[in-house]
């Protein structure tokens, strides 16, 4: 029954660990990277919203060239 007891507290482990071959500077240059791709990414979206619109312009243009 040692679930039920009150008087008892419960406390979380502390973890602390250290890599042994860490290299901050290299985090920090992936780190870097990653932002510069997530910001690059975000540039692309837009010329793919405008090249769907085309596309799409494109195809209710021979759809109602057939019809």
Not at 10 to 38: A, G, L, S
């Given at each position: 029954?040692?679930?039920?007891?009150?008087?008892?507290?419960?406390?979380?482990?502390?973890?602390?660990?250290?890599?042994?071959f860490y290299?901050?500077?290299?985090?920090?240059?992936?780190?870097?990277?990653?932002?510069?791709?997530?910001?690059?990414?975000?540039?692309?979206?837009?010329?793919?919203?405008?090249?769907?619109?085309?596309?799409?312009?494109?195809?209710?243009?021979?759809?109602?060239?057939?019809?």
């Amino acid at each position: 029954m040692g679930l039920f007891t009150p008087n008892r507290n419960i406390r979380r482990k502390k973890f602390e660990y250290e890599p042994r071959f860490y290299d901050p500077k290299k985090d920090e240059k992936i780190k870097q990277r990653m932002r510069v791709q997530r910001l690059t990414g975000k540039r692309r979206k837009s010329s793919g919203i405008i090249y769907f619109v085309i596309l799409f312009a494109m195809a209710l243009y021979v759809y109602s060239l057939l019809g």
